[in-house]
């Protein structure tokens, strides 16, 4: 069954950093769009990065020139590095692996950004 583990969540004050993980297991990852979603209190899930096979990134405005996506097919693993954090980036962080048929979604990871 795939596996889709995140980490590095936690609470930061505004204009801080932090870096979130995510490893996958029993996918072949190199074929897969790699990405990472997030939901708040009240609101719908929504895109904030996602990076192909071939390089090519696709971020959400609200997060263009602060958060920064990467993978390692190596180690099947995806990262997003955001920096200077804000509160409106406070959400459930969640880690997302997709190809044109079937996508998986990993359970999670908090992030809260507050004085």
């Known amino acids: 069954q795939v596996q889709l583990v995140e980490s590095g969540g936690g609470l930061v004050q505004p204009g801080g950093s932090l870096r979130l993980s995510c490893a996958a297991s029993?996918?072949?990852?190199?074929?897969?769009?790699m990405g990472w979603y997030r939901q708040a209190p009240g609101k719908q899930r929504e895109l904030v990065a996602t990076l192909n096979s071939s390089g090519f990134t696709n971020y959400a405005d609200s997060v263009k020139g602060r958060f920064t996506i990467s993978r390692d097919n190596g180690k099947n693993t995806v990262s997003l590095q955001m920096n200077s954090l804000k509160p409106e980036d406070t959400a459930v962080y969640y880690c997302?692996?997709?190809?044109?048929?079937?996508?998986?979604w990993g359970q999670g990871t908090q992030v809260t950004v507050s004085s």
């Open positions: 997302n692996a997709a190809n044109s048929q079937i996508g998986y």
């Open positions: 029993r996918i072949i990852f190199s074929v897969y769009v």
